[in-house]
């Protein structure tokens, strides 16, 4: 059984950059298309960026484009959100999800996903 765990959150000022991570157990990642979704109170939750099982097929959401990057490692059996130029409306719970896929992935559509992580709160604030 998959599991999914995301770290690297916290708390950053307007401007700075966090790494998150999402570490996988129980199986490799090498057959699994991730996405980042986030969840800020009272929203709905939304699609961040999704990579296919082959990392050549990425996807962001035009809030984040050019300031966040996906990438993976299988080799580490991780997944990374890199974001810089953090704003305040960046602010939120990150979570994590996977799905078993050669070469696509799915940014909006949170249903498409089986395996999901517990989240990482993200705070942008002076």
């Known amino acids: 059984q998959l599991q999914l765990v995301e770290s690297g959150g916290g708390l950053v000022q307007p401007g700075g950059s966090l790494r998150l991570s999402c570490a996988a157990s129980g199986s490799t990642l090498d057959y699994y298309a991730i996405g980042w979704f986030r969840q800020a109170p009272g929203k709905e939750r939304e699609g961040v960026s999704c990579?296919?099982?082959?990392?050549?097929?990425?996807n962001y959401a035009d809030s984040v484009k050019g300031r966040f990057t996906i990438s993976r490692d299988n080799a580490k059996n991780t997944v990374y959100l890199q974001m810089n130029s953090l704003k305040p409306e960046d602010t939120a719970v990150y979570s994590c999800?996977?799905?078993?896929?050669?070469?696509?992935?799915?940014?909006?559509?949170?249903?498409?996903?089986?395996?999901w992580g517990q989240g990482t709160q993200v705070t942008v604030s002076s």
């Open positions: 999800a996977a799905e078993v896929s050669y070469a696509v992935c799915a940014m909006d559509s949170p249903d498409w996903y089986d395996y």
């Open positions: 990579i296919d099982s082959t990392g050549g097929s990425t």
